[in-house]
Nanobody
């Protein structure tokens, strides 16, 4: 599976961005997918995940109510709609594909990342 992110950029606090992740390969619709982010000097964290059919989603507390993860299996594409952005959302965002073990998402494949910068 190859993953290519797009949609990052510079936005003012309070603004919105929509990240996209285009996946190659015939197994996209069977993979649980997730968005990770890594800010300078911080550990990488899972921001949101979505099950293969899109029925279940999960978010880190800081993203709840502001971010929405979704997917279109017909287009082999996953999205992350980010609203009410804050400077602390500044990070490189990574698209991942993986699975679930013991109730937790684990990534197997990673995209190259896209930079999101939120100015105050």
């Amino acid at each position: 599976v190859q993953l290519v992110e797009s949609g990052g950029g510079l936005v003012q606090a309070g603004g919105s961005l929509r990240l996209s992740c285009a996946a190659s390969g015939s197994t996209f619709s069977r993979n649980t997918m997730g968005w990770y982010r890594q800010a300078p000097g911080k550990q990488r964290e899972l921001v949101a995940a979505i099950t293969s059919g899109g029925a279940r989603t999960n978010y880190v507390d800081s993203a709840k109510g502001r971010f929405t993860i979704s997917r279109d299996n017909a287009k082999n594409t996953m999205y992350l709609q980010m609203n009410s952005l804050k400077p602390e959302d500044t990070a490189v965002y990574y698209c991942t594909a993986g699975g679930i073990s013991s109730g937790s998402y684990y990534p197997t494949y990673w995209g190259q990342g896209t930079q999101v910068t939120v100015s105050s």
